[in-house]
């Protein structure tokens, strides 16, 4: 078995559909795929002002958000921050986030550490109201 991992983001199954959020958004978590231990990875693509129905926060988790392409807004607990391409936001364990595309869309990366574990994770539905 080689020491390396070689996957396509765009390859990766699309979560967002299973949980009947496609075709506005598009989530591809590739931690299990690329056998990862340390850290977790996700592509994300949101269509234009599409966002995202619910926060969520990591109880240890710290993660970073690249946004690739396109522009948006996060909520991060309460205060809201405009974003445009290549910004990079550190959001820390325990705090709450949400995102909103721009009118382009938004195409973002997230980074997490340390490693994928899903119970870590919790959702709040209906966190960023109209």
């Known amino acids: 078995m080689s020491e390396y991992t070689v996957k396509n983001l765009k390859e990766i199954e699309n979560s967002a559909v299973r949980f009947g959020l496609a075709p506005d958004l598009e989530a591809r978590f590739a931690s299990s795929a690329l056998e990862l231990e340390q850290i977790g990875i996700s592509y994300q693509r949101l269509a234009p002002n599409f966002r995202t129905p619910f926060g969520h926060r990591h109880k240890e988790q710290e993660e970073i958000y690249i946004l690739v392409a396109g522009s948006g807004r996060m909520k991060l607990n ?53």
């Open 78 to 130: 309460d205060e809201i921050v405009e974003l445009r391409g290549w910004d990079a936001v550190r959001v820390p364990a325990g705090t709450t986030r949400g995102f909103e595309a721009g009118p382009e869309g938004a195409t973002l990366i997230a980074v997490g550490a340390p490693g994928p574990n899903a119970a870590d994770a919790e959702i709040f539905p209906d966190w960023w109201p109209a």
